[in-house]
């Protein structure tokens, strides 16, 4: 148990996949894994370990922002040995080629500041996902048929942004879709020579202000879950 898992010894798989929202854990835990048992409920924030294809996987969330994401992801790999980290979860497009239901496959997160930037001082160290999981990912998507992006995307501090000269040069600069959790789980993740990536479903988008209905939004994250699941097993 740690101050904010309360999981014990044994019952976090390697394997863990993080959506931001708890209670899509939850769904995606009773949707995709077979025999899920809630092994964490501390604050809230739960967590499942089953078994996809007889692997042994937890789906745990990590609540919204890069401060909360870092908290879950150093006890996952600091005190159950973690191997493998996938973000799942939702974000806005940022280009006209991207559209909503898209997945987006984050091959590098900028920021303005991640809560590692007090290690790092002047260097603006460059965040990317594990290549792996990366390959494996996109091979799975091709094969499942799914409309997907490989490139950067931007993890933000702030969910209302009140920056839209910023916003431009991200979309100047080819930048696929914002999100506010992947920099710092590609960070943690080098610092502790774990495998990360960020498979990400277009909610909504910046450019064209389209949005998908709450209601929609767990029918149009299955594709995400089970390109994450092939992946981190391929």
């Known amino acids: 148990m740690t101050i904010h898992i309360g999981a014990k010894?044994?019952?976090?798989?390697?394997?863990?996949l993080m959506p931001g929202d708890p209670y899509r854990a939850k769904?995606?835990?009773?949707?995709?894994?077979?025999?899920p048992v809630l092994v964490n409920e501390v604050r809230g924030m739960l967590g499942f370990t089953g078994t996809w294809k007889g692997h042994k996987v937890t789906i745990q969330g990590s609540g919204m922002g890069m401060p909360s994401l870092s908290i879950y992801a150093n006890e996952l790999i600091k005190d159950y040995d973690v191997k493998t980290l996938i973000r799942i979860g939702s974000c806005g497009g940022m280009q006209e080629s991207v559209g909503i239901r898209d997945v987006i496959l984050a091959m590098t997160a900028s920021t303005v500041s991640t809560p590692s930037l007090g290690i790092f001082k002047e260097l603006n160290f460059a965040p990317c996902a594990d290549y792996g999981l990366l390959a494996a990912a996109h091979s799975a998507a091709m094969a499942k048929g799914t409309k997907t992006h490989v490139g950067g995307i931007y993890s933000s501090d702030v969910f209302y942004d009140e920056r839209p000269d910023l916003n431009e040069q991200m979309v100047r600069h080819g930048i696929l879709g914002v999100e506010m959790e992947a920099a710092e789980l590609y960070t943690l993740?080098?610092?502790?020579?774990?495998?990360?990536?960020?498979?990400?479903?277009?909610?909504?988008?910046?450019?064209?202000?389209?949005?998908?209905?709450?209601e929609d939004r767990e029918r149009s994250f299955g594709d995400m879950v089970e390109i994450a699941l092939e992946a981190a097993f391929a």
């Open 9 to 16: 010894p044994g019952e976090i798989a390697e394997t863990v």
């Open 189 to 214: 993740a080098a610092r502790y020579g774990r495998r990360a990536l960020a498979v990400l479903t277009v909610s909504d988008h910046l450019i064209t202000h389209e949005a998908l209905p709450s």
């Open 27 to 35: 769904w995606a835990a009773e949707t995709f894994l077979e025999n």
